[in-house]
């Protein structure tokens, strides 16, 4: 079975460029969830899907960050413009059963965003 | 609010010899609780949970957690370690359903042969 899908895994753009990651999570899985994680810190939820339902976007920069599952599976989180202080890496990650944080989550292994 | 708590950054370890984890936390209410691990480059791996029961919990490569509500304690401990044991471990906490989980910074171990 795939696990969860993440693209581009590196990508490097100049500062105010806007920049999209995708994620394709595990086939059923209801939940999905982009993190963001700084060096030497863990992740910190952005946003937490329940199937294309935005269920948690209190952390999410709504100013400069925007983010669609449309169809209830794969999603993008956006990024416009991009600033310095946006290099990291973004982490997407899904669970079964909707409705619960305390299932245990399958992450993919990132995108590691550069601003310059 | 929730919060949790990896006192230590690094832990070195010898081939062979037992190791721990530490992690303790702060909720309103009974903690759900997490440990993964991150290898380089690569997503975070689930290894084990505490949401009721046994106060001991067993979970993957032969990692188990204690959980010790006196203490607000959930270190993750295995009995022999090995150098591929050597990654970043990261202690996570939620206390419902329907709250995000709060991860700790990360303590990264280093198995040394």
């Known amino acids: 079975e795939a696990g969860v899908v993440q693209s581009p895994r590196y990508k490097i753009i100049e500062k105010k460029q806007p920049v999209a990651f995708w994620c394709n999570p595990i086939s059923g899985h209801n939940t999905l969830y982009w993190y963001l994680q700084n060096l030497g810190q863990g992740p910190e939820l952005l946003i937490r899907y329940e199937n294309e339902e935005a269920v948690d976007d209190s952390q999410l920069p709504k100013d400069r960050f925007s983010a669609e599952r449309l169809k209830g599976v794969d999603s993008t989180l956006k990024i416009q413009p991009a600033e310095l202080g946006d290099s990291a890496v973004y982490l997407c990650?899904?669970?079964?059963?909707?409705?619960?944080?305390?299932?245990?989550?399958?992450f993919g292994p990132g995108t590691r965003l550069t601003v310059l | 609010a929730q919060s949790v708590a990896q006192p230590e950054d690094q832990v070195n370890v010898a081939e062979g010899n037992p190791l721990t984890v530490k992690c303790t936390y702060s909720?309103?209410?009974?903690?759900?609780l997490f440990w993964y691990v991150q290898y380089p480059n690569r997503g975070l791996q689930f290894l084990l949970k505490?949401?009721?029961?046994?106060?001991l919990v067993k979970g993957s490569y032969g990692f188990e957690a204690e959980f010790n509500k006196s203490q607000t304690s959930f270190h993750l401990k295995k009995p022999s370690a090995l150098v591929s044991d050597s990654a970043l471990y990261f202690c996570?906490?939620?206390?419902?359903?329907?709250?995000?989980?709060?991860f700790g910074k990360g303590t990264r171990l280093s198995v040394i042969a």
């Open positions: 996570a906490v939620t206390f419902s359903g329907n709250t995000p989980l709060v």
């Open positions: 909720v309103s209410g009974n903690p759900y």
């Open positions: 505490y949401i009721t029961g046994d106060n």
């Open positions: 990650a899904s669970s079964l059963g909707a409705g619960s944080t305390y299932n245990e989550q399958f």
